[in-house]
T-cell receptor
Framework: DSGVTQTPKHLITATGQRVTLRCSPRSGDLSVYWYQQSLDQGLQFLIQ???????AKGNILERFSAQQFPDLHSELNLSSLELGDSALYFC?????????????FGPGTRLTVL | GIQVEQSPPDLILQEGANSTLRCNFS?????LQWFHQNPWGQLINLFYIPSGTKQNGRLSATTVATERYSLLYISSSQTTDSGVYFCAPGDYKLSFGAGTTVTVRA
């Protein structure tokens, strides 16, 4: 158990819908990262937050957005869902935003878009 | 972004065998982690190893940063070692390879 929690574990929804994925980092960690694992793209970095502020962006679609709240939990919002958004979404956390920090991954949320 | 190549793509082992997984990456990095993704999809941290050698039980890893490669050694493999092993070099953003799928047979 990494100490990172993600809810829900599974989510099934329809095209065009909007969903919110939630992540609670390890106690004391200030940075949160979101990654997407899909069959065609593999595992790729989406976005990083540090202490409430966006720190870095990767291959995140405009239909996706994220935020980190004052209690440090983070939410990833996915809207206008398409079949291709079906994937495993991971949240990771680290103590700071230093590039040398170990990132610890949560169990993931499996999203299925029908 | 950083290009990551892992080899071999697939590995079938008999229980008790030893193996070496390789990861080549295209740029110098400040961070490199190895993960094991179990059959339930969970990503488990194995090593944080941007350089040097570390050991944890039957697993060990070596990264030669100047030559941009990392190796993961599995000794006396067990069926619970089955899954996909990912190398992820990077900095704030980890870049994942395609992984090595390991199957350990009893």
């Amino acid at each position: 158990d990494s100490g990172v929690t993600q809810t829900p574990k599974h989510l099934i929804t329809a095209t065009g819908q909007r969903v919110t994925l939630r992540c609670s980092p390890r106690s004391g960690d200030l940075s949160v990262y979101w990654y997407q694992q899909s069959l065609d793209q593999g595992l790729q970095f989406l976005i990083q937050y540090y202490n409430g502020e966006e720190r870095a962006k990767g291959n995140i679609l405009e239909r996706f957005s994220a935020q980190q709240f004052p209690d440090l939990h983070s939410e990833l919002n996915l809207s206008s869902l398409e079949l291709g958004d079906s994937a495993l979404y991971f949240c990771a956390s680290s103590v700071t935003s230093a590039v040398t920090d170990t990132q610890y991954f949560g169990p993931g949320t499996r999203l299925t878009v029908l | 972004g950083i290009q990551v190549e892992q080899s071999p793509p697939d590995l079938i082992l008999q229980e008790g065998a030893n193996s070496t997984l390789r990861c080549n990456f295209s740029d110098s990095v400040n961070n490199l982690q190895w993960f094991h993704q179990n059959p339930w999809g969970q990503l488990i941290n194995l090593f944080y190893i941007p350089s040097g050698t570390k050991q944890n039980g039957r697993l060990s890893a070596t990264t030669v940063a100047t030559e941009r490669y990392s190796l993961l050694y599995i000794s006396s493999s067990q069926t619970t070692d089955s899954g996909v092993y990912f190398c992820a070099p990077g900095d704030y953003k980890l870049s994942f390879g395609a992984g090595t799928t390991v199957t350990v047979r009893a």
